[in-house]
């Protein structure tokens, strides 16, 4: 992994994670945990160096959704699934600011899956961070796209059957070019790989494994899963999708980097109005 | 079409005003197509009653359009003699036949691959010829219409619009119009003027997906907004095209969406939100005929009720329609200044009528007064309350990027700082600050217009307008005082300005072309116009003509 401790040239400001605090009190359940990807991200913003008023935070619905009025940056938080859009207009409108697109596993995979396709195939540089949990938490535990088939809940009795959506794989098929993997309880990794993804130039996707102790208490043992590992794939998208779909979910780290070039920034005004409004007439 | 659009040039060119109404096939993607052309030497807001004049270039599939092209034995029909008889959907019209070979008979095969059958500017130069333009106006509209076109391509139009005027010399059928004076004009079409208005109104960003009959204002859009340092973008969906549209906004930057009603569809959640979270949009509807898929390619003014009520919750927004194609310029840059003066979306109710047709206008209308989002005006040092509960219910909101005054935008219920709470005071609080930004809304003299002062009234909106205005002044003539009141503003309704227009009227009736009644009701129900108002609805896709409306009143 790169060292992301020295700033880049623009970040000049020395910051700490709490510059970045706003002091309201998450609506999180003890245990949460994305009270990690907060503390991650908090840490990984400092280090980046860009002050809160520069940087938006956008979001959809859910739990992991609430985070943006968590920092001191900008913020919105929207309807469900569609924070990607939100933040490509965003950021296609205004470059010069550090758009970061959090949210869930339901909100990005489910009722945003199309957007999360299409703000990896547009390359739009910005950073997508997911807390996945592979449930549904704010409405009480239904399952969702990352749900294992044979995890049992009340609206699908003995399991929901169905093969769980692979989001690094997609990521990488759909043309993301910084696809990794983090987990919510190495809030130091985490905040490594944001900074990362915010320095990447184009879209970078993280996904982030954020237990549900509430509804998914088994989830705990998670941290006993996750191991590190550091076999990045470089610009070999199918062999990047076969490593994924290989994979048991919990290898951590940067999985896949391509070269595809980001979306440029909009062009200079090059003609006034009037201009625009010649080609209208007629006659003399 | 390129047949329509060169003699309305050339007809512009001259100084004659026009109107070119465009029909397609119901499959949109091209085939079969009908170019209906009105020139006068006065302005035009409106299809005819009946055309004089229908010039076939084949008769495929007319049998589709007949309804659409009213035409009576006092009409006159041109036709190929190689082409047959003519179908019985025309010729039950009892419209006088010409035929007149249309082709090149000396064209070989490889002649007409090369450089185009041609049958269409030989047609454009019989009628240029029966109405007396000149060679040179058709010359200079040809060649701006084939801008790009090699040389050989020119040359051959050039031959075939010459050779069709000569022919016409040998026709006596009277149509030769009133001279007229050479006039700077604009020729424009509807979608191009909401372009345009938007642009001047400041929109820089423009979300979208493709959708007929919108889709050819966003590809007039797309290389001016890059000129002036804008950006569209092409979504996936319209739920990504509004999100982007309120991203841009939120980043300060005037956005804007452009659909028809199928897209509208599904951006009615997000904007309940923009309503929520008090961000500027301004939403462009090119209505179409509906409900669903419906006739793409055709004219209807059935969103009233979405693009007013469509939401969940309390949603107060503004909704706007263009009175003419024309004031799609007027409405579109207003719109822009409402939306950021009332940090809200605002739906400009076009239609496939308005948007597609290319008329020929008089520049230099009047422009709304610029009003802008409201950025500051923060007291320093306290708490910054992107919500706050204020005499004015309009509050600041800073551009992000200004340091101290970080906000996050919030749909959920919330408190005056944005942050989401779950309580009854919050709630009906922020419901009433938004509710106070239209109830305090004041359109001014923008709210729509009326002509004329009988005491009979029609009541209208967008493309009804014109054929309004038509059949009023017929009625007016024949001893039957009518006025017409057209609303720019349909949402919130200008209660006051819109007492004053009915002031004196006996009789108010209310035209609109949907099946509902959607703005009778709208404007019934709200108690804007008496209880005896009577309704003319009735749906797309045939426009009213001045004679079906002014038999409805007689």
């Known amino acids: ?284 | 079409m390129t047949a329509g659009t060169v003699f309305l040039r050339a007809a512009a060119q001259a100084g004659y005003y026009g109107l070119m109404t465009q029909l397609f096939g119901p499959q949109v993607r091209g085939g079969e197509a009908a170019a209906l052309v009105q020139i006068s030497t006065a302005p035009i807001e409106c299809q005819p009653d009946r055309f004089d004049l229908f010039v076939a270039l084949d008769w495929d599939k007319v049998e589709q359009f007949a309804p659409e092209i009213p035409l009576d034995q006092s009409s006159t029909i041109i036709s190929n003699p190689a082409d047959g008889a003519v179908p019985a959907s025309i010729a039950k019209s009892k419209a006088r036949l010409i035929s007149l070979s249309m082709n090149d008979p000396g064209a070989t095969r490889l002649d007409k691959a090369l450089r185009g059958k041609r049958t269409n500017m030989f047609a454009t130069g019989v009628v240029a010829g029966l109405v007396g333009l000149r060679a040179e106006n058709l010359r200079i509209a040809l060649a701006q219409v084939m801008v790009g076109k090699n040389v050989d391509v020119m040359e051959a139009n050039t031959t075939a619009l010459a050779a069709g005027i000569k022919a016409a010399t040998a026709l006596e059928l009277g149509f030769k119009l009133e001279p007229t004076r050479e006039m700077p004009r604009w020729l424009i079409t509807g979608n191009q003027a909401i372009g345009l208005g938007a642009l001047r109104g400041g929109v820089r960003f423009v979300g979208c997906y493709p959708i007929t009959p919108a889709t050819d204002l966003v590809e007039w859009l797309a290389p001016e907004l890059q000129k002036l340092g804008g950006r569209l973008a092409l979504a996936e969906d319209e739920l990504a095209s509004i999100n982007m549209t309120l991203g841009a906004s939120y980043g300060g930057v005037p956005a804007m969406t452009v659909t028809s009603g199928p897209g509208l569809s599904l951006m009615v959640e997000t904007i309940g939100l923009a309503v929520a979270a008090e961000v500027p949009a301004v939403l462009i509807d090119v209505m179409r005929a509906g409900p669903s898929t419906g006739i793409p390619s055709k004219t209807e003014q059935s969103d009233v009720n979405i693009a007013i009520y469509g939401s969940h919750g309390d949603a107060p927004r503004v909704v706007l329609a263009p009175m003419s194609v024309g004031d799609c310029m007027t409405t579109a840059e207003w719109a822009v200044y409402l939306a950021e003066s009332l940090q809200s979306p605002v739906i400009v109710l076009s239609d496939q009528a308005l948007g597609q047709a290319q008329a020929v206008v008089d520049p230099g209308l009047a422009r709304p007064k610029p009003l802008r989002r409201r950025t500051n005006g923060v007291s320093p040092g306290a708490q910054f309350k992107r919500y706050a509960i204020a005499a004015d219910p309009v509050t600041p909101m800073p551009r992000p990027g200004s340091p101290g005054y970080q906000w996050v935008g919030e749909g959920l219920t919330h408190n005056e700082v944005g942050i989401p709470v779950g309580g009854a005071g919050a709630h009906v609080a922020q419901i009433n600050k938004r509710a106070k930004k239209f109830d305090q809304f004041e359109p001014g003299e923008w709210w729509g217009q009326t002509w004329g002062q009988g005491d009979t009234a029609i009541l209208t909106f967008g493309s009804s307008v014109g054929p309004a205005r038509e059949a009023a002044q017929r009625l007016t003539g024949a001893g039957r005082p009518t006025r017409v009141i057209g609303l720019r503003v349909l949402s919130p309704i200008p209660r006051q300005a819109l007492a004053q227009a009915l002031k004196g009227a006996r009789r108010v009736v209310v035209l609109e072309q949907n099946h509902g009644a959607q703005l009778y009701r709208h404007l019934l129900g709200n108690k804007a116009v008496p209880v005896t108002t009577e309704s003319i609805a009735r749906p797309g896709p045939l426009p009213f003509r001045p004679a079906e409306i002014a038999a409805h009143l007689a």
């Open chain 1, 1 to 284: 992994m790169n060292d992301v401790t020295a700033t880049e040239a623009h970040c000049v400001r020395a910051l700490a994670a709490k510059d970045f605090m706003s002091g309201a009190h998450p609506i999180w359940c003890p245990g949460c945990g994305d009270y990690g990807v907060l503390a991650g991200l908090e840490r990984a913003l400092a280090l980046h160096g860009r002050p809160p008023h520069e940087v938006a935070l956008i979001s959809g619905i859910g739990c992991s959704s609430r985070l943006p009025a968590y920092t001191n940056c900008y913020g919105f938080h929207g309807v469900h699934g569609r924070a990607l859009a939100f933040a490509t207009g965003l950021k296609l409108a205004r470059p010069d600011l550090e758009v970061i697109t959090v949210g869930g596993d339901g909100d990005g995979y489910s009722i945003g899956g199309n957007h999360f396709i299409h703000a990896c195939r547009r390359n739009v540089d910005m950073l997508y961070i997911v807390m996945d949990n592979r449930v549904y938490g704010m409405t009480k535990g239904q399952p969702s796209p990352t749900t294992e088939p044979d995890w049992d809940s009340e609206i699908a009795p003995g399991g929901i059957g169905l093969r769980p959506f692979n989001p690094l794989a997609v990521a990488v098929a759909s043309g993301a070019n910084f696809v990794a993997r983090a987990f919510a309880g190495q809030p130091d990794h985490l905040a490594q790989l944001v900074v990362e993804g915010i320095r990447w130039p184009g879209f970078a996707f993280i996904e982030v494994l954020s237990p549900c102790i509430t509804f998914r208490p088994e989830q705990f043992d998670w941290k006993a899963k996750v191991r590190h590992d550091e076999a990045m794939i470089q610009n070999d998208r199918a062999a990047a999708i076969a490593a994924t779909l290989a994979d048991d979910g919990f290898n951590l780290g940067v999985v896949f980097k391509g070269e595809r070039a980001a979306v440029t920034k909009p062009s200079q005004p090059i003609a006034p109005l009037s201009d625009i409004e010649r080609q209208f007439t007629v006659g003399t």
